[in-house]
């Protein structure tokens, strides 16, 4: 890096980024189709905090004090929160059941 900033990178942070991680998607202008690659399956393996609430019938409070627990795992991503479904699933199969 000697100061100029190339056109490929509109940002200098981008272009520092770009030196510092080889092989990264901000390398080649943007998201690779090989950095895309599995993106999806993976992304739909993730829920909102909105779908685990509606899929467990659980409150929101009583979600946050599921996470405060430890007992929920959640992941972020940039500012939104994501419940892998493994986790969800191994959650609910965790919970206390009926004896009646």
């Avoid at 080649?28 to 090989?34: E, I, L, N």
Wanted: charged letters at 20%; one cysteine or more.
């Amino acid at each position: 890096m000697n100061g100029k900033i190339s056109a490929q990178f509109p940002f200098k942070w981008a272009a520092q980024f770009a030196a510092i991680i080889p092989g990264h998607a901000l390398k080649h202008g943007g998201m690779s189709s090989r950095s895309c690659m599995g993106m999806e399956s993976t992304m739909s393996e993730l829920l909102t905090v909105a779908e685990f609430k509606d899929r467990y019938k659980i409150s929101h409070s009583a979600f946050y004090r599921e996470v405060a627990a430890k007992r929920i795992s959640i992941r972020k991503i940039g500012r939104s929160t994501r419940i892998a479904l493994a986790d969800a699933e191994a959650w609910a199969a965790n919970l206390p059941t009926s004896t009646d």
